[in-house]
């Protein structure tokens, strides 16, 4: 078993409820969580002008299988949630799922990189992690907890 820790994000009137759908099937697809944290709200980040804000909550828990088999699943949900197979990172999304964490796992391949290259950047990321795995580190060491605080620090 793997500790993991995922993203889930949308800004579209139904993200709310693909989340607890999303949540469910990670579950039921042998996902166990451990924790969830509350919705926060962000402004887009790295989106098309008038993007609507974002809601975004983390979860952690552990996963039997390997990280290319939970990115499928991730992958398998956002689209049962209505989210194209093809689409653009920079356009507004009932779901994202994203991989932040697992274990401390270091994978940079085409279709997946742990830890997420962004996730030390981004306060919607951060802010939820630290409300449930604060102590929870990067590979190289760094909590979330720290790199939040150094995260606002440089803003």
Known sequence: MSNSAIMLGGNLPQSENAMAFA???LEKNGFSIKKISKIFHSAAVDC???????????????????????LALCQQIE??????????????RILDLDIILFDQLEIN?????????RA???????????EIAPDW????GTTILSALASLKERC
């Open 23 to 25: 949540i469910a099937e």
């Open 109 to 117: 391949t085409p279709h997946l990189t742990i830890p997420h290259p």
């Open 120 to 130: 030390k950047l981004r306060e919607f990321v951060l802010a939820p992690l630290s």
């Open 48 to 70: 098309v002008p008038g993007t609507p804000d974002f809601i975004d909550r983390a979860i952690t828990g552990t996963w039997y299988a390997s990280p290319e088999e939970l």
């Open 79 to 92: 689209i049962a949630s209505g989210r194209p197979a093809i689409h653009s990172s920079r356009e507004s």
């Open 137 to 140: 580190s990067f590979p190289d």
